[in-house]
């Protein structure tokens, strides 16, 4: 079954860092483009950054130059290096496909918290 396993949040202070981890099962990983995705409290679940088969990259703008997508074919892994954190990065981080499929579940994500 399609599985997305997000690991790796937590606190974190203004200007840190934090690598979240997402295990995916049931898909054929290395041919499927990957993504991260986000949800602040009170908005809606926005697109973070993705990834292709070929390691081409695309990032939304507010993530360019902070953050680093990344995949491990061999351990259908998917990870994204976060750098200079801000309070408005606070949000549940999920991984999932690029584009998604109706029928392929969430996960239950990872929560990443900036503050002081």
């Known amino acids: 079954q399609v599985q997305f396993v997000e690991s790796g949040g937590g606190l974190v202070q203004p200007g840190g860092s934090l690598t979240l981890s997402c295990t995916a099962s049931g898909i054929a990983f290395r041919d499927t483009t990957m993504a991260w995705y986000r949800q602040a409290p009170g908005k809606q679940r926005e697109l973070v950054a993705y990834?292709?088969?070929?390691?081409?990259?695309w990032y939304e703008d507010p993530m360019k130059g902070r953050f680093t997508i990344s995949r491990d074919n061999a351990i259908k892994k998917l990870s994204l290096q976060m750098t200079s954190l801000k309070p408005e990065d606070t949000a549940i981080y999920f991984c999932?496909?690029?584009?998604?499929?109706?029928?392929?579940?969430w996960g239950q994500g990872t929560q990443v918290t900036v503050s002081s």
């Open positions: 990834i292709d088969r070929f390691d081409n990259i």
């Open positions: 999932n496909t690029f584009p998604t499929i109706d029928a392929f579940p």
